[in-house]
């Protein structure tokens, strides 16, 4: 039975360093909502990526190529980290 009470203590103990680690994460997230800016992006193209990993079949990946400006003018283009098939 001391055994079980030892466990105990310790899932209450990683409970608490999860809630902690949860909190740090919101604040972070929320903190930087704050600060962000919103802007429109134009998607102007798509790229392929070839997926040749097992199971995969040799599919292809299409992911968008997006175009925006900050706030100082600068053009910002990026692809997208997700895709379609």
């Known amino acids: 039975m001391k055994m079980l009470g030892s466990v105990g203590v310790l899932f209450a103990l990683m409970g608490l360093v999860l809630l902690a680690i949860a909190a740090i994460a919101y604040y972070r997230t929320t903190a930087f909502i704050d600060n ?45 980290p997700v895709g379609s098939n």
């Open 36 to 80: 962000a800016l919103s802007t429109t992006g134009t998607v102007v193209d798509l790229t392929r990526s070839s997926q040749s990993g097992s199971g995969s079949g040799g599919s292809s990946t299409y992911r968008p190529v997006v175009r925006f400006q900050d706030r100082e003018g600068t053009t910002i283009e990026f692809i997208a």
